[in-house]
C-alpha cells in the first residue's frame, strides 16, 4: 500500500472510529447592522469593533469577570454527518478545479504530490479537532503564544500606564496602545530566536519532512516552514542565495507561502481580536490559528504545484542563510526590535488608509442606495440584517456561492464572504477585525461558521501584499523581478484557495 493511499486508509478510520471531543460554542442568533455604518461617525464605529481587541492583562490563571454569556465552549461528541462531508468534499473538489483551469501545464501535474498534501492536511485538522494529544500539542503552542501576549502587555503598561491608578486609563485603550507593541515585541523575540538557531532547527526538520514526502526542492521548503513562524519576505532572506537559481514553479511556491501563512507577529495580534479577555476562548483561538498556519503548508504545496508545475531539475540541499542574524544578543534584539517597529507602523498607517477609504466607498454606496431604494431592497432579502448598500454587502453576495460550496451555513455565507472579500481587497486585518466585531455582536447562526472564518482569513493573500513581494524578494533576487511580477495575481490566487482549503477540510472535521 503506498503513501497516499495509506493516509487515506488512516483519514477514513479515524473519521468514522472516532468518538472524541471537540469545541463547539452556544451564541445568542441576533442580527446587527453591518460594521462601519456611514450613518454614523466614523471614529465611533472603528472604536467599537477594537474595543473588542483590548489586550488582557490578567494571566491565563485568573477567570475573574469575564463575560462568556456570548460565546460559551463546551464539549459535544463528534456527530458524523454524510451531508456535511458531501458538501466538503465538493469543495475540495471544486478548490482544486479551480486551480487546474488556471494550471500552466495541466499534463505535468503530480496527482501523487496532490494526494499526499490532501492526506497531511486532514491528518493535521483531525488532529487538531480530534485527537487529544495533538490538540494539546497546539494548545501548548497556543499558551506560549498568550503568555508572551502577557509579557507585552507588562512593558506596555509600564509606558502608558497613569501614575496615580496604575494602569491604562480607558482613553489609552486604543488599537495603538495594546495591539501594536505586540508586533514590535515578536519580531525582537523571533530575532533572538534566530540567533540562538531555534528557529532553524524547526524549520530544517519540517523542510526535511516536506522535501521526503512532497518532493519538494531544499530551498522552497526552507521557505515554506519558514512562512509559518516569519513574514512573507523575512522567510526568502534564509535562502537568499538559492533566489536567482530557482526555477518558475519554485518561485511560485515561495510566492503562494507567503501569501498563505502568518507570521508569529501578527498571528498574536489576532489571538486578541478573536479570544478578547476570556483566557478560554483566547486559547482555543491561539489553537486554531496556529493550525491554520501549519495546516496552509501543504496546502500551498498543493495549490502551487497544480498552478505552475515542477518539471526541472532541483536539487534537495540546503543551507540556512545567516543575513541579518545578529553578531550578538544585543544587535539581535536591535535587529528585531526595528523591524517589528517597522510593520507596526505599516500596520498603523495601512489600516488607517483603508478604514477612511472604507467609510467614503459606503457612505457613496449609501447615498446611492437612498437615491435608487435599493436599501429598502436590501434590507428586505437579508431580512433586516444588512439596512443599506455597502461593500460588505456587494463582497458578501459576490463570494456567497463559493462559501456554500465549502461547507458554510447557508444562513452566514454571506457574512463570511464579505469578510474574504475584505481580506482580498483591505488585507486579513480588516477581515479579522470585522470578524471580532460580528461574533461579539452574536450575529452568525453557526457557531461553525466563526471556525471556519478564522482558517479563510489566514495568510496574507491581498493585492498589497502582492506589491509587497515583488518589491521585497525582487530586491533580493533582481533577476527574477520580471517573473514576480508576472506570477503576482497567480500567487494570489494560490495563497487564497490555500485558505480554502483548510478551512473546507477543518468544516468536514468540526461538528
Not at 505552475?308 to 540541499?317: A, F, G, L, S
Amino acid at each position: 500500500m503506498n503513501i497516499t493511499k495509506k493516509l487515506i486508509f488512516y483519514f477514513i478510520i479515524i473519521l468514522f472510529s472516532g468518538n472524541y471531543s471537540i469545541f463547539a460554542y452556544n451564541s445568542e442568533k441576533v442580527f446587527v447592522d453591518t460594521i462601519f455604518d456611514p450613518d454614523h461617525p466614523v471614529t465611533e464605529n472603528i472604536d467599537s469593533a477594537l474595543l473588542l481587541v483590548k489586550s488582557a492583562s490578567e494571566t491565563l490563571s485568573d477567570t475573574s469577570n469575564i463575560d462568556t454569556s456570548n460565546l460559551i465552549p463546551e464539549k459535544n461528541p463528534y456527530k458524523f454527518d454524510i451531508l456535511v462531508l458531501i458538501r466538503g468534499l465538493l469543495g475540495m473538489l471544486v478548490i482544486i478545479l479551480l486551480a487546474y483551469i488556471f494550471s500552466e501545464n495541466r499534463k505535468a501535474i503530480s496527482w501523487k504530490v496532490v494526494g499526499i498534501g490532501l492526506g497531511l492536511q486532514v491528518l493535521l485538522a483531525i488532529g487538531v479537532l480530534q485527537v487529544p494529544f495533538i490538540q494539546s500539542v497546539f494548545e501548548f503552542g497556543g499558551k506560549l503564544f498568550i503568555k508572551v501576549l502577557d509579557f507585552t502587555n507588562e512593558g506596555t503598561r509600564f509606558l502608558f500606564k497613569s501614575y496615580s491608578s496604575g494602569v491604562i486609563e480607558a482613553p489609552l485603550q486604543t488599537f495603538a496602545i495594546n495591539i501594536l507593541p505586540t508586533i514590535i515585541f515578536f519580531a525582537a523575540l523571533t530575532s533572538v530566536m534566530f540567533y540562538f538557531g531555534i528557529i532553524q532547527k524547526v524549520v530544517l526538520f519540517m523542510a526535511w519532512i516536506m522535501i521526503r514526502l512532497l518532493k519538494l526542492s531544499g530551498a522552497e521548503s526552507l521557505v515554506v516552514a519558514a512562512n509559518i513562524f516569519v513574514g512573507q519576505i523575512e522567510a526568502p532572506l534564509m535562502v537568499r542565495p538559492y533566489l536567482e537559481k530557482m526555477n518558475r514553479s519554485e518561485i511560485l511556491m515561495i510566492m503562494t507561502a507567503g501569501l498563505a501563512t502568518m507570521a508569529g507577529g501578527v498571528l498574536a495580534v489576532y489571538i486578541n481580536f478573536l479570544g478578547g479577555n476570556d483566557p478560554v476562548q483566547r486559547l482555543l483561538f491561539a489553537k486554531h490559528l496556529i493550525a491554520a498556519s501549519v495546516m496552509a503548508a501543504p496546502g500551498v504545496v498543493i495549490i502551487s504545484k497544480i498552478l505552475v508545475p515542477q518539471t526541472e531539475e532541483i536539487t534537495k540541499d540546503v543551507k540556512v542563510s545567516e543575513d541579518r542574524i545578529g553578531k550578538n544578543v544585543l544587535d539581535a534584539i536591535n535587529i528585531g526590535t526595528f523591524e517589528g517597529l517597522k510593520l507596526a507602523v505599516n500596520v498603523a498607517t495601512m489600516l488607517l488608509v483603508f478604514l477612511a477609504f472604507l467609510a467614503m466607498i459606503n457612505y457613496i454606496f449609501l447615498k446611492i442606495g437612498n437615491w435608487t431604494h435599493l436599501n429598502v431592497w436590501i434590507s428586505d432579502i437579508s431580512d433586516g440584517r444588512y439596512t443599506h448598500l455597502s461593500l460588505q454587502v456587494i463582497l458578501g453576495y459576490l463570494f456567497s456561492p463559493l462559501m456554500w460550496i465549502i461547507g458554510i451555513n447557508f444562513h452566514d455565507i454571506t457574512l463570511v464572504g464579505s469578510l474574504l472579500g475584505e481580506k482580498l481587497i483591505m488585507t486579513e486585518f480588516m477581515g479579522y477585525i470585522s470578524l471580532s466585531s460580528l461574533k461579539a455582536g452574536g450575529v452568525f447562526t453557526d457557531p461553525k461558521s466563526i471556525i471556519m472564518a478564522t482558517y479563510i482569513l489566514c495568510g496574507f493573500a491581498n493585492f498589497a501584499s502582492v506589491g509587497i513581494q515583488i518589491g521585497g524578494i525582487g530586491a533580493l533576487a533582481p533577476g527574477k523581478r520580471v517573473l514576480l511580477a508576472k506570477f503576482g495575481m497567480k500567487a494570489l490566487l494560490g495563497g487564497t484557495l490555500a485558505s480554502l482549503l483548510s478551512a473546507t477540510i477543518v468544516g468536514i472535521i468540526h461538528s
